[in-house]
């Protein structure tokens, strides 16, 4: 069964802390890409990556970071210095072709208290 | 700055009827639009998308119009069922780039 796993599905951490939020997939896409989204704001991205180690930042990657060291997994860190870092995150893959659309995962919903 | 505009956060609709979402777009270097549907607390998933070569797709009860003079599309459900309540999303790009720009949704609400 093809698809796109995010891990967990809710999170909960203290203010302050570094969180790391799991996105696998086994569609074999080079493409991977993380949002975030918040009411009223639509999807915002914050990094994508089009191939194993390489990865470029988004319209709002401050305060977080990524890694893409397997084709199959894209983690992204959520830092201390990520200043509202409680939204609904989702995870995203694309195939090759120049029309290929994106294939969701179905999101960790974050928390800091 | 949003280059993808919907600006109708919610729609309600009788179940039979036609619903109707817009959406506006600023960049006109976008050449490939997408519409996806959203339930809470899930992904998107992928409804429909349209080329810039075409003014229309259709695909069963799905139906997206394309007005590039306008930069507007839109996406036409005909009949509605309740089950097609969820957030709409439309999104846009260029085949010069690997990023989507997202608009910020619409609520359907289907009633019965």
């Known amino acids: 069964d093809g698809g796109i796993t995010q891990s967990p599905k809710y999170l909960f951490r203290k203010e302050g802390q570094n969180v790391t939020l799991s996105c696998e997939q086994n569609?074999?896409?080079?493409?991977m890409y993380w949002y975030r989204q918040d009411p009223g704001q639509g999807l915002r991205l914050i990094y994508y990556s089009q191939i194993v180690n390489d990865f470029q930042k988004g319209d709002i990657a401050e305060g977080y970071s990524v890694s893409r060291e397997k084709k199959e997994s894209f983690p992204l860190t959520v830092t201390s210095a990520q200043k509202n870092p409680t939204a609904f995150y989702l995870c995203?893959?694309?195939?090759?072709?120049?029309?290929?659309?994106?294939?969701f995962g179905p999101g960790t919903r974050l928390t800091v208290l | 700055d949003q280059q993808v505009k919907q600006n109708s956060p919610s729609l309600s609709v009788q179940e039979g009827r036609i619903s109707i979402l817009n959406c506006d777009y600023t960049?006109?270097?976008?050449?490939?639009f997408l519409w996806y549907k959203k339930y809470p607390a899930e992904g998107p998933t992928f409804l429909i998308s349209i080329s810039s070569i075409k003014d229309k797709n259709e695909d069963g009860r799905f139906t997206v119009f394309l007005n590039k003079s306008a930069k507007h599309l839109s996406l036409h459900i005909v009949p509605s069922q309740p089950g097609d309540s969820a957030v709409y999303f439309c999104a846009a790009s260029s085949n010069t780039g690997n990023q989507f720009y997202f608009g910020t949704g619409t609520s359907l609400t289907v009633i019965p």
């Open positions: 960049n006109s270097m976008f050449d490939y």
């Open positions: 569609l074999n896409h080079d493409a």
């Open positions: 995203a893959s694309r195939g090759q072709g120049a029309r290929d659309e994106q294939f």
